[in-house]
């Protein structure tokens, strides 16, 4: 008889951030602040793990009023007409007594990738509530113009403005739900 747990985010105890290099020389950090996410897992085995996330691209920040509208807009992330960026997995691969190869679909301005993150379990905890939470942080790479964020502009020593590359870097915690048993 196999057990399903059900794990939901806990968006005030996680993060879904990034980083970009801008003139290549420094980083831009910034997050988009409304997610959520759903997991199942055999009992709580997370190498058993089924994750769906969603994501408002409406409510990416880097702090900068004006760089996030310029986001939002045609050059960067058409918010008005992609809305949300998708994440399903579709693999997991332990590579370590608590680290994962997570390999998935990402779905942004309606183009779907498949991207392989690296995960870090950081264990199970209960909360002062009595509920139960487990940590996670997940890191990757991703090329932007895989998904068609292909905005960017030439310096005059040859450079560019902005990198290919994004990193990602996220903190998320997930909270115990319903437990349900398949006959």
Known sequence: MVTTTKWVLDPTHSDLGFKIKHLMITNVSGSIKNFQAEVETDGTDFGTAQINLAASMDSISTNNEQRDAHLKASDFFEVEKYPEMKFRSTKLEKTGDDTFDLYGELTLKAVTK??????????LAKDPWGGERAGFVIAGKINRSDWGVNFNGVLETGGVILSEEVRINSEIQLVKQAVSVAA
């Open 114 to 123: 498949s991207v392989k993150l690296k995960v870090e379990y950081n264990g």
